[in-house]
């Protein structure tokens, strides 16, 4: 099996067995790579196979951005507390997590969450936490304090 990127030469990659169908060729850069056969047996080689082409994809290396839209930062607030976080990505967003002083309360596989903090037992500052992650694992964060009143 030979492979070239753009118009380079072809380079051999591998060989292969009678009986394969398939070969995995990684790692990868992003970029579009030509690949072509040429077989052996018994009685000398074969032609090369047609060329067949095959593009990767760009490396995901840019985190989600997330925001509150509610509560705001330094709010004080009481009772149920309606929590809204939003996080984009310049791909997609897998997992969206809310956490207050380290501790998941709610959790979606969404770009947005709403959720209730029940904040009745808990008077004082507390850190509410976002945390987004793409399908790469790229993860993105936002904090903010708020004080719960008595």
Not at 13 to 23: H, I, P
């Amino acid at each position: 099996m030979e492979r070239r990127t753009g118009t380079n030469a072809f380079a051999q990659v591998t060989w292969t067995g009678a009986d394969a169908t398939s070969l995995v060729d990684s790692p990868l850069v992003s970029g579009s790579y030509d690949y072509r056969v040429y077989a052996f047996n018994v009685a000398g080689s074969s032609a090369y196979s047609n060329t067949a082409s095959a593009q990767t994809p760009s490396a995901d290396l840019t985190a989600p951005t997330v925001s509150f839209l509610s509560p705001t930062a330094g709010a004080l607030v009481s009772g149920r507390v309606t929590v809204q976080v939003t996080a984009k990505d310049n791909v997609a967003v897998a997992s969206l997590r809310f956490l207050v002083d380290g501790v998941t309360q709610c959790q979606a596989t969404a770009s947005s969450l709403t959720c209730a903090w029940n904040t009745r037992k808990a008077p004082g500052a507390h850190t509410l936490k976002a945390v987004a992650a793409d399908a790469a694992g790229n993860q993105g964060t936002t904090t903010i304090t708020v004080t719960v009143r008595r």
